[in-house]
């Protein structure tokens, strides 16, 4: 889960919050911190690695916390508006860096947003208006 805020541990470090999921999944703590060193090289946060969460900025804060969702090689990613807290540019980045990160891979991703940039940029869109689902499957 990708929430619009990001939802990063403030006493971890970056790469600690990245490994989370794998240490509650009880990895291996060696494999755990190499599968979160490798998912924030894959995401250009490498240098990011040792700073806490306050050290970040809000666009960073949000590729961690993508990053976080892409470690353990998830089926599903659902995003609640992952772009919303950030400015047009850095939403662009964040979002083709996600899209990238899943290329070649089964996992299956849902965004919720108002961002049509963002929405055009999905396989299959679905809208609600007037509380009816619309959709182009």
């Not at 995401?43 to 040792?50: C, F, I, K, S």
């Not at 353990?72 to 807290?85: C, F, H, M």
């Amino acid at each position: 889960m990708v929430f619009q805020v990001p939802s990063l541990l403030a006493p971890l470090t970056v790469v600690e919050n990245v490994e989370l999921p794998l240490l509650l999944a009880q990895a291996d703590t060696l494999d755990a911190r190499q599968a979160a060193l490798e998912t924030l090289d894959q995401m250009q946060l490498t240098a990011l690695a040792e700073k806490l969460p306050e050290e970040l900025s809000g666009g960073q804060a949000q590729r961690v916390a993508v990053a976080r969702s892409l470690v353990a090689s998830p089926r599903l990613i659902v995003a609640d508006e992952p772009t919303g807290q950030l400015d047009h540019p850095t939403a662009r980045h964040l979002f083709d860096v996600l899209l990238a990160s899943l290329e070649g891979t089964d996992t299956a991703l849902v965004v919720a947003t108002h961002d049509k940039a963002i929405a055009d940029r999905m396989q299959t869109i679905w809208q609600i208006h007037s509380g009816i689902l619309e959709g182009n499957v």
